[in-house]
């Protein structure tokens, strides 16, 4: 089948095309700069097609004879006009619209676990609930995908701990550390859309994550573990990670996290629905085997790949 894809190009997305390219899938994938992504461009079953989510005639270029888009553009921390707002409603809309007057027969949505339209939620959260709707409210079948924090190399919160752990004899943690993430593995995320695309039957919103549900000190004891390290561990005040987080606005590049970054970590991100199992049919793998496949560079003793839990 023909697919059509955005924000094949990042973090996610790299996983998710790789699955579909093995299942024997064209691709034709939606990027601003082409000639930045020679992994794609090289590669068979790929085509490029110049632009973004506002570009209308990209748009209609990339959906033509598609028989599904898979949605998967987003961000993560509003950079210039990237923001959430126009990334995640009008850009959504955007693709939905493109999608619909191509007579693209199924979107694969990626959304975000959390995802709600409450004005005590992020903006994040927020935008990610609004571009659901936009999916909802278009009449095209659908499968709308709300992944946990998603666990491989090149998770950036993840990058940032196993720096901390290798070079840091302290390890800072904001409150108690109580507050729980259920992170699933990338390879995971990958299969669940790609039978999402295959699948017709699977239909609606559906929450993935791991298979267990783990504080922020248990996920420091699984990257301890794999990097075969142990650090001292000191309490931050949530009252005053929260200053220094609005404060650190003025100055974003020097700021390791955001006010609404830090509301999302306490909040948590768990579900005691998972689709992975009842749905995709798919025993998502433990966190500890992320753990080891991020810290095996690192690890004082590499642990031997294909390792598992």
Same mark, same amino acid.
């Given at each position: ?23 024997? =899938?064209? @691709? ?11 992994? /794609? ?9 110049? #632009?973004? @989510? ?7 270029? /990339? ?7 898979? =949605? ?25 619209? %493109? ?21 005590? %939620?992020?903006? $994040? ?5 609004? #571009?659901?709707?936009?999916?909802? !409210?278009?009449?095209?079948? =659908? ?13 950036? !919160? ?16 904001? #409150?108690?550390?109580? $507050? +729980?993430? *259920?992170?699933?593995?990338?390879? &995971? ?11 017709? &039957?699977?239909? #609606?919103?559906? &929450? ?7 504080? $922020? =000190? *248990? ?10 390290? *142990? ?13 220094? %987080? ?14 609404? +970054?830090?509301?999302?970590? /306490? ?17 998502? !793998? ?11 560079? $690192? ?11």
């Amino acid at each position: 089948m023909l697919l059509a894809i955005t924000g094949g190009t990042g973090f996610v997305g790299r996983h998710i095309i790789e699955r579909l390219l093995r299942r024997e =899938h064209e @691709l034709r994938v939606l990027a601003r700069e082409p000639s930045k992504h020679g992994w /794609l461009r090289d590669r068979g079953g790929v085509e490029l097609v110049q #632009g973004d @989510l506002h570009d209308q005639d990209a748009l209609r270029s /990339l959906v033509r004879g598609a028989g599904a888009l898979v =949605h998967l553009a987003g961000v993560i921390v509003e950079i210039g006009r990237q923001t959430f707002e126009r990334v995640h409603a009008h850009g959504t809309r955007n693709a939905v619209n %493109a999608a619909r007057e191509a007579g693209v027969t199924r979107f694969v949505q990626m959304s975000a676990l959390g995802a709600r339209p409450d004005r005590s %939620a992020t903006a $994040y959260h927020r935008t990610k609930a609004a #571009g659901e709707e936009a999916v909802r !409210a278009s009449g095209l079948p =659908h499968a709308i995908m709300r992944p946990s924090i998603i666990a491989a190399p090149g998770n950036a !919160a993840l990058r940032m701990m196993v720096d901390m752990l290798r070079f840091s004899p302290v390890i800072p943690v904001i #409150g108690n550390g109580r $507050y +729980q993430l *259920q992170p699933v593995t990338a390879d &995971d995320v990958a299969e669940a859309f790609a039978l999402a695309v295959e699948r017709p &039957d699977i239909a #609606g919103t559906f &929450d993935i994550a791991g298979p267990e549900a783990l504080t $922020y =000190h *248990q996920v420091l004891d699984a990257l301890e573990r794999a990097l075969g390290v *142990q650090r001292r561990r000191i309490s931050v005040p949530v009252s005053v990670v929260r200053f220094a %987080a609005c404060a650190g606005m003025a100055l974003p590049n020097l700021n390791p996290i955001t006010p609404d +970054q830090l509301q999302m970590l /306490l909040e948590g991100s768990t579900t005691v629905n998972n689709a992975l199992p009842t749905v995709f049919g798919v025993s998502p !793998a433990p966190f500890a085997a992320a753990a080891r496949e991020i810290c095996r560079p $690192y690890a004082a003793q590499p642990v031997p790949a294909g390792s598992r839990a």
